[in-house]
C-alpha cells in the first residue's frame, strides 16, 4: 500500500507541475509562444472539487485560488496516505 501511494503522490505532483509549467508558458508567451488566455485549464480537473466552490470568492482571488487547488489536493493525498501508513504500522 505504502508503494501505491508514493507512486499516486508522485503522478499527481508530476502533473501539478507540468500544468503549472503550462500555464507559465502560455499566460507570459514564454519560448515564442503565443499567449493563451486558456493556458491553465490543465489545473482545473487537477483543483476538483475545490475550484467548483469558488464562485463566492472575488475575481482578484479565483486565479490564485485556482492555482493553489491542486496543492491543497496534493496535501490531502499525502496526509491520507500518512495516516493509513501509521495506523497499519
Do not use: H
Not at 54 to 80: Q, T
Amino acid at each position: 500500500m505504502a508503494v501505491l501511494c508514493k507512486w499516486t503522490i508522485r503522478i499527481v505532483g508530476a502533473c501539478y507541475l507540468v500544468a503549472l509549467a503550462l500555464l507559465l508558458i502560455g499566460t507570459f508567451g514564454l519560448f515564442g509562444q503565443e499567449r493563451d488566455p486558456l493556458s491553465g485549464v490543465f489545473l482545473i480537473p487537477l483543483g476538483l472539487p475545490w475550484v467548483s466552490l469558488l464562485d463566492g470568492v472575488s475575481d482578484g482571488l479565483k486565479p490564485w485560488l485556482a492555482v493553489l487547488a491542486p496543492a491543497l489536493n496534493l496535501f490531502i493525498l499525502m496526509a491520507l496516505c500518512r495516516a493509513f501508513s501509521r495506523k497499519k504500522a
